[in-house]
């Protein structure tokens, strides 16, 4: 069956890093472009990172911009988010998505749809605090 799980919160303070991981299983990962999420409780849950199913187009929402870095490795079938100078509004539930999509261009704020994730992870906790 399909598997999507994120690893790799915790807690940090502010202007500490992260890396997030997420491994896959049960479908068939180089046909996804995959995605990261995150949602407060309280608010709609947004877009962080997109990458395409070859890695070489990547997206991000602004505010994470040149902090953030998505990578995937299709033989390991694994996306990673590397988190740099993290802040308290970071603070959130990440979450893994493979997207029923493979080029991610045309998103440039990172701005996918929800109605198009094919597969979701349970999430990580990140937590910036002082």
């Known amino acids: 069956q399909v598997q999507v799980v994120e690893s790799g919160g915790g807690s940090v303070q502010p202007g500490g890093s992260l890396s997030l991981s997420c491994t896959t299983s049960?479908?068939?990962?180089?046909?996804?472009?995959m995605g990261w999420f995150r949602q407060v409780p309280g608010k709609e849950r947004e877009g962080v990172a997109l990458?395409?199913?070859?890695?070489?187009?990547?997206r991000y929402r602004p505010s994470v911009k040149h902090r953030f870095t998505v990578s995937r490795d299709n033989r390991k079938r694994t996306v990673s988010l590397q988190m740099n100078n993290l802040q308290p509004e970071d603070t959130a539930l990440y979450y893994c998505?493979?997207?029923?999509?493979?080029?991610?261009?045309?998103?440039?704020?990172?701005?996918?749809?929800?109605?198009?994730?094919?597969?979701w992870g349970p999430g990580t906790q990140v937590t910036v605090s002082s």
């Open positions: 990458i395409s199913w070859s890695g070489s187009v990547k």
């Open positions: 998505a493979a997207l029923d999509a493979t080029e991610i261009g045309t998103y440039y704020d990172a701005n996918f749809p929800e109605r198009d994730v094919d597969y």
């Open positions: 049960g479908f068939e990962f180089a046909d996804h472009a």
